[in-house]
């Protein structure tokens, strides 16, 4: 890679589309859960059947206007749909209403965290578009096309509000673009969600992405770039983008051209291969919606919104920080973790914010991580979190039984409180109960009985460490060390 960046300097692009959460599609009133049985949320207009005429959806215009105002873009104060020309399979009408040259929204930016630095994204703009439907191939082993003995097509996602979000070109990142290009659309991600208008789930496709990339030598006008897609993932934009530059890197270093198109991205190689050869906007002849009158927010109402934004993700962040009294680099592995709302949540329960964040960044971080999961599905949660430290903080646990008893709570046995009492976990500080243990570990260690009753009072470490194993952990080492001074004379 520090190769690649000597050599060629990365431009990157990032077109990002997300599915609106409204609660009905585009320019009808379909509803649009996911997950249902398909082609039973279709009507003929996103059915495109003739005759039909589209609504827009005002809900959706209201929340592309808040996206672009959280993104610091001027919102247009008159614009119009286009119609977008081209034959899809799972497009019933042969066109999408997008917008093409008068987006809602327009030259704004993002400020993004890499190692420790603010690298500032521009957005060449925010508009509002309607989804495809999707088609399922069968028959194949590999769910392509190639193979396949017949393809279904399912019209439920057809006309669901769509908001792409498309970056000016990034340059001048070199080595870490590929770690920029995730950082932005975890940021986009986030701010999306604080906006509450997307459940912005990769997995689920209700935000995807395309990258695009190019390379060319330091001083040299930029090389011809590549749109990456099939991005399914905050890692795979980070993946995909380093193939890239990787690939083109091999290309031009062997004297040969990058061609202008689609590539596909692989989960799997991590690999990108050939798409089709890349459209021009003319190819699609667009041309104003003519069956939709055009769109000119109220000043007023768009002011509105503007006062309305939530708190964003990047100023909640510094606030929490404050708050816990964190270092950045602190801060920063809380964030990487993805322990921000778990973290805050924990201690909105009642923990300190250190004691929740060691709980968070820990143990259940290792094994969030030994599972493959995200941290928020380990099987804790905030209240578990609190109740555990509070039950440390009473001394009714030992950091070693917490874990245990976490251990429990993880395998779904039930509250910290529940999973002690279970399972007969608590610390034994019960002098009675454990002078038993005491005078065995004396008799069993004369040695070092002996030298704690010369006075080398450093000895009674092995004598505790004997009655912790003997209860198993269970013993509260303080009161232990007490007894065992107290039976050897030195106390
Ligand atoms: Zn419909």
Redesign the pocket.
């Known amino acids: 890679m520090t190769v690649t960046a000597i050599r060629y300097e990365p431009v990157i692009g990032l077109e990002v589309h997300v599915e609106l959460g409204t609660r009905?599609?585009m320019?009808?009133?379909?509803p649009t859960t996911f997950g249902a049985e398909p082609n039973t949320?279709?009507?003929?207009?996103?059915?495109g059947l003739p005759g039909s005429l589209p609504v827009p959806n005002q809900a959706a215009i209201e929340a592309t206007i808040r996206i672009g105002l959280a993104l610091n873009c001027q919102i247009a104060s008159w614009c119009r749909f286009a119609r977008k020309n081209y034959f899809y399979p799972d497009m019933p009408k042969n066109f999408q209403i997008s917008q093409y040259d008068e987006p809602l929204c327009t030259d704004g930016w993002l400020d993004v965290e890499v190692d420790g630095e603010t690298v500032r994204v521009g957005i060449e703009r925010v508009h509002l578009e309607e989804d495809t439907g999707k088609t399922l191939h069968v028959g194949g082993t590999t769910g392509r096309i190639h193979g396949a003995t017949e393809s279904l097509v399912d019209y439920n996602r057809?006309?669901i509000p769509l908001v792409e979000i498309v970056t000016k070109p990034v340059a001048g990142t070199g080595d870490r673009a590929p770690a920029v290009a995730r950082a932005y659309v975890t940021e986009l991600r986030d701010v999306i969600r604080a906006l509450g208008v997307s459940d912005v789930r990769m997995e689920e496709g209700s935000l995807r992405c395309d990258v695009n990339t190019s390379l060319n030598r330091p001083g040299e006008p930029w090389g011809t770039r590549t749109e990456t897609k099939n991005v399914n993932s905050l890692r795979s934009v980070e993946r995909a983008v380093r193939a890239e530059m990787r690939r083109q890197a091999a290309v031009l270093d062997a004297g040969g051209r990058v061609i202008q198109e689609t590539r596909h991205f692989h989960e799997d190689t991590g690999e990108t291969t050939a798409g089709r050869s890349k459209e021009t906007a003319t190819d699609y002849r667009y041309f104003p919606e003519p069956d939709l009158v055009p769109l000119a927010p109220a000043p007023d109402w768009v002011a509105e919104l503007r006062a309305s934004l939530p708190e964003l993700p990047r100023l909640r962040r510094r606030r929490l920080q404050k708050e816990w009294g964190l270092s950045d680099l602190d801060m920063q592995a809380v964030v990487n973790a993805g322990a921000v709302d778990l973290i805050e949540q924990t201690v909105a329960a009642g923990a300190t914010p250190d004691g929740a964040r060691k709980w968070w960044l820990g143990e259940l971080a290792r094994r969030a991580n030994e599972q493959g999961v995200e941290l928020a599905a380990v099987g804790a949660t905030p209240a578990d979190v609190a109740q555990l430290q509070a039950l440390v903080d009473e001394g009714k646990l030992n950091d070693k039984l917490a874990r245990t008893v976490l251990e429990g709570v993880v395998a779904g046995e039930g509250s910290p409180a529940e999973v002690m009492a279970a399972r007969g976990l608590a610390i034994v500080s019960d002098t009675g109960a454990l002078g038993a243990a005491v005078d065995e570990a004396i008799a069993a260690n004369p040695d070092a009985a002996d030298k704690v009753r010369g006075g080398k009072v450093a000895a009674a470490g092995v004598l505790v460490g004997a009655v912790m194993k003997a209860t198993r952990g269970q013993a509260d080492a303080k009161t232990v060390r007490e007894l065992i001074l107290s039976r050897l004379g030195q106390a």
């Open positions: 009905t599609k320019f009808c009133g379909c949320q279709v009507c003929p207009v996103c059915l057809a006309g």
